[in-house]
């Protein structure tokens, strides 16, 4: 692709019901490795932008984690799928364009299509990530079942079919979330190194 200055050398591709802690996981792994190794992307990053820019929307609501987003989550489903169906790469590319850190965490996927792309343009570099939680806790972070979207592709795409890399148990019982991303960490760090290498020789 014209815009990708370098290849990354670790494509983690995370995704999770809402609620389940995603944005918070993969802002934890970030804060982990730093900002010179690693990036988060979010699929629906472009999306949002957009939608808040053909609806005339206030984009850093629709990028934040309260009831603002939600309001609008339903028709932003649509909208995008609308664009997914012309085009299932679009919100990938867009939201990979111009990363140039080796490890690249993508917080967001939700369809097999999402998975499909990064699979098919990083075969060597993806891993999937599932990020679970309980809908006790998930309640507890503001949660409640809305028809139309937690009963639709955008919740449930990858409920089933999709073998994970790692599955993290974002729960208050579970072990830590720095122990259970051990061993991501690990392969994140040997990522960075390997890429260092590379770039200095
Ligand atoms: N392990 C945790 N400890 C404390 N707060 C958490 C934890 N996981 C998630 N949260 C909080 O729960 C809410 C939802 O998490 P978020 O990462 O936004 O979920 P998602 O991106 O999957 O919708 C946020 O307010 C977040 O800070
Ligand atoms: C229209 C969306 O992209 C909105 C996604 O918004 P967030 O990724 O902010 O959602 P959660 O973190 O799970 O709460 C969903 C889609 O189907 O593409």
Known sequence: ????????????????????????VTDLLLDRL???????????GPLKQQYAQEHGLD??????????????????????E?????????????????????VWVVSDARRLS??????????????????QSSEQTRKQRGWSFTTGVDDAESECGLD????????????ADAPSLDKQ??????LAMEAASSSSTSRSS
Not at 6 to 24: H, I, M, N
Not at 114 to 131: A, G, K
């Open 181 to 186: 991303l051990q061993p991501i960490l690990k």
């Open 82 to 102: 609308t664009r997914r169906s012309q085009d299932p790469g679009f919100f990938c590319r867009l939201a990979t364009r111009g990363a140039q850190q080796p």
């Open 59 to 80: 984009l850093a609501q629709l990028l934040g984690s309260g009831l603002y987003k939600e309001q609008y989550r339903s028709d932003m489903i649509h909208w995008g």
């Open 34 to 44: 730093g900002s010179d190794v690693c990036c988060v992307l979010r699929l629906s």
């Open 160 to 171: 089933s079919g999709v073998e994970f890399d790692w599955i993290i148990t974002n729960e």
């Open 114 to 131: 999402d998975l499909q792309w990064f699979w098919s343009e990083f075969p060597r570099q993806t891993r999937c990530v599932r990020v």
């Open 1 to 24: 692709m014209g815009d990708r200055v370098s290849e990354p050398e670790l494509v983690l591709v995370f995704s999770g019901k809402r609620k389940s802690g995603k944005d918070y």
